[in-house]
């Protein structure tokens, strides 16, 4: 098993191939709080894809750090042209991912890690990327409403659709053929380690290229 991996490393680190890593899930699943633990393990094996919105600023962010804030009229002109993997709207707001943002994580032979939506998901299967699918689950929905009614961070109306918005996310994870991986997000230990393992081959071949 050891040598097969360290085969597959080889034959595909003569291809200078790091695969994306497409992370989905509702909000309060515990992306956020894994993937901050992974990228404090790796800092520089993985790289986040700045994504573009056309919504406004929220205080304290930075334009190309956080998001890359557009206007309407350019991202839709940057859709039709192809310039973006995936795009989605929601709340009245456009959000993508171009592929000169995935480029440039992918130039520094870093992982690239893009967090996005059910939609943007099916967006980019219907693509010829070659990306790893995980996706990130609470235990119950009864544990999601929990966690999100405790952050006291949404209005009445925000919170109802979050939840609408979960409960259609929990189903689409257990479509089959989606998600290479589903991690239960039910004990934070267990599933970081589950993350990792699915990653380890990326890693170690992320590490070789950066030698």
Not at 15 to 23: D, F, G, N, S
Not at 41 to 68: C, L, M, Q, W
Request: glycine residues 6%; contains cysteine; proline residues 3%.
């Amino acid at each position: 098993m050891f040598m097969r991996q360290i085969s597959s490393i080889i034959r595909r680190q003569a291809m200078a191939e790091l695969r994306p890593v497409v992370i989905s899930g509702p909000s309060g699943a515990g992306k956020s709080t894994l993937l901050k633990i992974l990228f404090k393990e790796y800092a520089t094996i993985f790289g986040f894809s700045v994504s573009h919105t056309t919504r406004s600023p929220r205080t304290g962010e930075e334009n190309g750090k956080d998001y890359h804030f557009v206007s309407r009229e350019e991202m839709l002109r940057g859709i039709a042209a192809g310039e973006f993997v995936e795009s989605a709207e929601f709340s009245g707001h456009l959000y993508g991912t171009s592929k000169a943002a995935v480029q440039t994580v992918l130039s520094k032979n870093q992982i690239c890690i893009l967090d996005i939506d059910m939609q943007g998901v099916r967006n980019i299967k219907k693509t010829d990327w070659s990306a790893i699918y995980i996706s990130i689950q609470p235990p119950s929905y009864k544990v999601l409403e929990a966690r999100l009614k405790a952050r006291q961070t949404e209005t009445e109306e925000g919170l109802r659709r979050r939840l609408l918005a979960a409960k259609l996310d929990m189903e689409f994870s257990r479509q089959p053929g989606i998600f290479n991986l589903v991690i239960v997000n039910d004990n934070l230990e267990d599933a970081y380690s589950q993350l990792k393992s699915i990653l380890l081959e990326e890693i170690e071949m992320a590490k070789s290229l950066q030698k």
